[in-house]
């Protein structure tokens, strides 16, 4: 069993950034592949980001060369560094994990999942 609790959200600017975190429970935080899916207003769930176990990363399109996700396995937590943020990026992120698909972009592909912590950006 993963236990996930993120956190770091809040109200920023359009062109700001937010750091999220998301810290694992467990001892096997490293065989984990990580992800992080978004939630805006009367929309569907969608995939933001994910780091493999092996430190392999992928993104959405939408948030390409402007956020970073990244991990630390000594802390057990995962980052979504976000920069140049746009109105449309405001929604509830949620950190994910699973430990049997290391290329997982799928909801359904992952096994644990976060409480979800509010990302608003608006001026």
């Known amino acids: 069993q993963v236990q996930l609790v993120e956190s770091g959200g809040g109200l920023v600017q359009p062109g700001g950034s937010l750091r999220l975190s998301c810290a694992a429970s467990?001892?096997?935080?490293?065989?984990?592949?990580m992800g992080w899916f978004r939630q805006a207003p009367g929309k569907e769930r969608e995939f933001v980001a994910r780091?493999?176990?092996?430190?392999?990363?992928y993104y959405a399109d939408s948030v390409k060369g402007r956020f970073t996700i990244s991990r630390d396995n000594v802390k057990n937590t995962v980052y979504l560094q976000m920069n140049s943020l746009k109105p449309e990026d405001t929604a509830v992120y949620y950190c994910?994990?699973?430990?049997?698909?290391?290329?997982?972009?799928?909801?359904?592909?992952?096994?644990?999942w976060g409480q979800g912590t509010q990302v608003t950006v608006s001026s």
């Open positions: 994910a994990a699973t430990a049997f698909k290391q290329a997982a972009v799928r909801r359904d592909e992952y096994d644990y």
């Open positions: 467990g001892r096997t935080f490293s065989r984990y592949t």
């Open positions: 780091i493999s176990w092996s430190g392999g990363t």
